[in-house]
C-alpha cells in the first residue's frame, strides 16, 4: 500500500508540476468580421451580419490550438470579460474599413488595448495580426494615425526578404537554417493587399522605435513595403501576408501549396500558438468553455458561391448568443462518438476549465491520510 501511496503521489505531483508549466491546447479568439448589405454573403444568406474565414480556424487548430470567436459590436465589459479567460488574439486579414463603426476596427481597438493592459499587469496575453489584422494593430497603436499608402500586391506569391537582423527578433530567434533558406529561395508568402506599410514612414513618424521589421517585400511596381514586424515591448506580431492561405485555401491558382509555401505557414501558425501556450488563463468551467468554443457553429461551402474562401463560418445576431446548456458530465454516456466512454477528464488550468487543482488536492490529501493508517 505504502508503495502504491507513493507511485500515486508522484504521479499526481508530475501532473502539478504540469499544470505549473502551461497548457498544452490553448484557446485562441479570432476576431469576426462585418458582413455587408450589398455583399456576396448577404445575397446568398439571409441575416447574416459577421464572419471568420475557416482557414483562420483551421490554422489555429493545426498548431494545436483551440478558436473562440470574438464578436463585433459588444461594449468594453464583453471584451474585457473574455480577455481574461482566452491564451491569445488573431486579427484576421479581410474586407472592411477601419472607420466603420461598431465593426471589426473598433473591436479590435478593444482587444489590442486590453491585451496591452494585461501585459502590464503581467498577464502574457499574444496578439497576431494577419494582413488587415496586422495593419490594424500598426494603426491603433499609431493613435489611429494613417501610414498606409497604396501599393499592387493582389495575387503575389513571393520568397521572404529577411532584413540582416532579423534572427534578433522573438519571432524568428529560433528558426532553423533549412526553414530559412527554404523561405528565401521559393514563392512561400502569399500577399492579397492593396495597402502597403513602408520603412520610410515608419523611420519619419517613430514607428521603427515601437515596432521592429524583420523583412520586407516588394510589389508588382517594385514598391518596398514591410512584410513582417512584431512590437518591440508586447508579444504582438504582424504579416501582410497570408500564412494561413497556402495550407488551408483553394479558391485562386496564385496560391501556393508547395511543400515549401506550406512548411512555411505552418512555422507561424506553430510560432504563435506556442506564444499562446504561455499564458495561463482559462475559463471559470468546462461548461462556459464549451459554450464559447467555434465547434457550436458549422461552416458554409461558399467558394461554390464565388467567395475567395473555400469555407466560412456565417454568424447573426441571434447565433452570437447560444442557449444555456446543461452542465457538462464528469461520467460517460452511450457510444455515439459525443462521450467520454466513462473517463473523466482531468482539466488543466489555462484554457481547460480550471478544475484539476480541487481535484489533485483532494486526490493528494486521501493519500496522505492512508499512507498515515
Known sequence: MQKFSISLLVFIGALLAASEAGISSPIIGVLTQEVYVDGLISRHFDNKTSYIAASYVKYLEGAGARVVPIWIGRNRSYYDDLMRKINGVLLPGGATWFNQSNGYADAGEHLIHLAIELNDQGVFMPVWGTCL??????????NETEHRINCEATGMAVPMEFKEDYK???????????????????????????????????E????????????????????????????????????QFHPEEPLYEFTKTSIPHTAAAVLSGQFFADFFVSEARESNQSFSNATEQARTLIYNYKPEYTSILGSSYIQQYLFT????????IPEIPDEGGNNDGGSSGGYIPIVVPGGDGSTTMPLLSGLLLTLVLLSIN
Open 133 to 142: 489584422g496586422m495593419e490594424l494593430l500598426v494603426y491603433k497603436l499609431a
Open 204 to 239: 519619419r513618424d517613430l514607428l521603427n522605435e515601437t515596432w521592429r521589421v524583420m523583412s520586407l517585400n516588394h510589389d508588382w511596381n517594385g514598391v518596398e513595403f514591410i512584410s513582417t514586424v512584431e512590437h518591440i515591448k508586447y508579444p504582438f506580431y504582424g504579416v
Open 317 to 324: 445576431n441571434v447565433e452570437m448568443e447560444i442557449p444555456e
Open 168 to 202: 534578433k527578433s522573438r519571432l524568428f530567434a529560433s528558426i532553423t537554417d533549412d526553414v530559412v533558406d527554404t523561405m528565401v529561395k521559393e514563392n512561400v508568402t502569399y500577399h492579397w493587399h492593396q495597402f502597403c506599410y513602408t520603412e520610410k514612414d515608419f
